[in-house]
């Protein structure tokens, strides 16, 4: 049986600064993102929008790359799925996926050309 990766990549905008929260060892900052892409409607171009929820967890000692999570923010994120069930307090059994960020940075808006490199001339004695 083929290994199924359970993995995403998407990038786009954070739609309100992040919810954090700190346990004893642990926190986790909640943020929502932002991804859209275009779609032909007949001769008409249409941009489809939605917003996806993800959640982030750091050791306490390193959740400085939270400061970053800020509305507005153009961000990569990577990580995987994770299924959550649990019976609501009226009885009823809910369930979602929860994207779980183990990467993120944020995503230059235009790709910057790169920097030539320029090699020290060196002189060569002469015999």
Known sequence: ????????????FIGKDAEIR??????????SIAVGRSEKNGDEDVRVSAFMNVEAWRKNENTSSFEILTKGTMLTVEGYFKPEEWTGDDGVKRNRIVMVATKFYETPEKEEAPKKETKAKTKKGKK
């Not at 049986?1 to 786009?12: A, C």
């Open 1 to 12: 049986m083929k290994k199924i990766e359970n993995n995403f990549v998407v990038t786009g």
């Open 22 to 31: 700190k346990f004893t060892n642990a926190s986790v900052a909640r943020f």
